[in-house]
């Protein structure tokens, strides 16, 4: 794993989990949390368990300081802080020479707004460590107010990191290991036959994602713009994916179903995207993007949304053979 940074989640649930607990003051959920991550390390790695177990309870004790006091962005931040403990030591215990880097230097000066000081630090504090052929472990969803109080990037926040990481170092490449084998062409919860998408360009991507892409940060495409890096989308053991580049062929890719309010609108919005001739779309669109990398139609009701998003969602699939 020469040359990689790995960017690490929360355990599914865990986040939700944590948010309730600051809300409720449930030390008891805290407690469950903490429990599941010492069972991993203890399976994972249990000639190393009472090094890291050490470090669990250090990351305990900061996420009880601040559900205390009803800090829910803070403590949510700690499920990330305690899986790149497991995974580092997951890692080591396999050979790999591996350190759990809990700030790695993305500064928030705002709730979700990072700051341009962020890639100096970033550089600062991982290269020297690539450099000697250490896998740094980094929390995703997760930056550090210039205070030093973990707060989060938003939902999907660590796809967002790891864009911003592979920014800041010059990276080639980023990959995004999902629970799904790619970016689909629809959303499966409404569309019935969604396709996974082979290519998109770097810019349709990060509008698909800013238009309620399922799985991602609206911003997590968003570093890579103008850059050569290469992203890919999968799944653990799979051998497809989409492959996100600078360039990719023309043609629409997929269809987004959103609330309108997220261009300025009220009531539901569906639109294609993908570099299509405007001559060739199947309606008339009333907004687009200022790149043309998508094109869309608002409606009042969810219902007339849905079935437009199911019509257009075929004449894509019919487009793209």
């Not at 396709?195 to 991507?205: L, R, Y």
Request: hydrophobic content about 40%.
């Amino acid at each position: 794993m020469d040359g990689c940074v790995v960017v690490i989640s929360a355990m599914k649930g865990v986040t939700d989990k944590l948010m309730r607990a600051a809300q409720e003051g449930r030390r008891e959920d805290l407690a469950d949390v903490l429990g599941s991550y010492e069972d991993a390390l203890r399976y994972i790695a249990p000639s190393d368990y009472v090094r890291y177990s050490s470090m669990l309870d250090i990351i305990g004790g900061s996420a009880r300081r601040y559900l205390s006091v009803g800090d829910v962005d803070a403590v949510a931040a700690h499920g990330e802080l305690l899986s790149a403990t497991v995974m580092a030591a997951a890692l080591e215990a396999r050979g790999t020479r591996s350190t759990a880097v809990y700030d790695p230097g993305i500064v928030l000066e705002r709730p979700g707004g990072v700051s341009g000081l962020s890639g100096f630090y970033v550089r600062q504090r991982l290269l020297h460590l690539i450099e000697r052929g250490v896998t740094p472990v980094v929390p995703g969803f997760i930056g550090w107010t210039p205070d030093g109080k973990p707060a989060t990037l938003g939902r999907g926040g660590s796809d967002y990191t790891a864009s911003l990481l592979a920014n800041y170092l010059g990276a080639s490449r980023v990959f995004f290991y999902t629970d799904v084998p790619g970016i689909y062409s629809g959303d499966p919860n409404i569309i019935g036959n969604p396709k996974v998408i082979n290519c998109m360009n770097v810019e349709e991507a990060y509008v698909f994602s800013a238009m309620g892409g399922k799985k991602f940060h609206p911003r997590t495409f968003e570093p890579l713009i103008g850059t050569r890096i290469t992203a890919f989308i999968t799944s653990p053991g799979s051998t497809s994916g989409t492959l996100i580049s600078k360039k990719a062929g023309a043609g629409p890719k997929a269809v987004a179903l959103f609330d309108a309010l997220r261009i300025g609108r009220r009531g539901r919005a569906v639109a294609i995207i993908g570099k299509v001739d405007p001559r060739d779309l199947p309606f008339n669109p009333d907004f687009k993007d200022s790149n043309g990398n998508a094109f869309g139609k608002v409606f009042d009701d969810e219902e007339r949304a849905v079935e437009a998003a199911k019509e257009l969602h075929d004449w894509v699939i019919s487009w793209a053979r």
